[in-house]
T-cell receptor, first 115, second 114 residues
Framework: GAVVSQHPSRVICKSGTSVKIECRSL??????MFWYRQFPKKSLMLMAT?????????EQGVEKDKFLINHASLTLSTLTVTSAHPEDSSFYIC???????????FGAGTRLSVL | KQEVTQIPAALSVPEGENLVLNCSFT??????LQWFRQDPGKGLTSLLL?????REQTSGRLNASLDKSSGRSTLYIAASQPGDSATYLC?????????????FGTGTRLQVFP
């Protein structure tokens, strides 16, 4: 089946630093990728929809300048958490959408801990 | 606005039992519905995908049904095993005029003990 690779799987950083998370579709081209945030024991919350070659569409309440999304190619989208603070600590999951059957495949997630 | 709810929120059963997990959604105009499994601290694994025109899908011990008109789906797990312990999420795509977004349910945390 289709594979989505997300890196890193875990990152610990100091408050005020920026962190970049990569999401790659390994065996298919994904014109659309999604970024989700998940709080402990909660469901996934969609943060933004990333379309290759255009600006990302953010969900209501998600700060564009805080969570920078770049989808520069058909196989790579990145999420940069800028000037991270402890409240940004969370589990971030990316997903890539295949054409045709509209199936989404998910990355393994990134655990971000901001000290 | 589409809302997806799952009942029960948590379930603990002995090995061997047959289980039913429930998912309901407020807007019946969906494109498809997916059931996922998530192990602690991990990403999501797709279990079953049901298109809006379908009534059910089966994979091994798993059977998912869809009643679009009533806004309900069920995931049936036969002969549960400890390895089935995980959180199960249902998600709907749609409504039909906006098929890009998956809206997730609240999840059911399942524990199967030996």
């Amino acid at each position: 089946g289709a594979v989505v690779s997300q890196h890193p799987s875990r990152v610990i950083c100091k408050s005020g630093t920026s962190v970049k998370i990569e999401c790659r579709s390994l065996d298919f081209q994904a014109t659309t990728m999604f970024w989700y945030r998940q709080f402990p024991k909660k469901s996934l919350m969609l943060m933004a929809t990333s379309n290759e070659g255009s600006k990302a569409t953010y969900e209501q309440g998600v700060e564009k300048d805080k969570f920078l999304i770049n989808h520069a190619s058909l196989t790579l989208s990145t999420l940069t958490v800028t000037s991270a603070h402890p409240e940004d600590s969370s589990f971030y999951i990316c997903s890539a959408l295949t054409g045709g059957k509209n199936i989404q495949y998910f990355g393994a997630g990134t655990r971000l801990s901001v000290l | 606005k589409q809302e997806v709810t799952q009942i029960p929120a948590a379930l603990s059963v002995p090995e061997g039992e047959n289980l039913v997990l429930n998912c309901s959604f407020t807007d019946s105009a969906i494109y498809n519905l997916q059931w996922f499994r998530q192990d602690p601290g991990k990403g999501l694994t797709s279990l079953l995908l049901i298109q809006s025109s379908q009534r059910e899908q089966t994979s091994g011990r798993l059977n998912a049904s869809l009643d679009k008109s009533s806004g309900r789906s069920t995931l049936y797990i036969a002969a549960s095993q400890p390895g089935d312990s995980a959180t199960y999420l249902c998600a709907v795509r749609g409504p039909t005029y906006n098929t890009d977004k998956l809206i997730f349910g609240t999840g059911t945390r399942l524990q199967v003990f030996p």
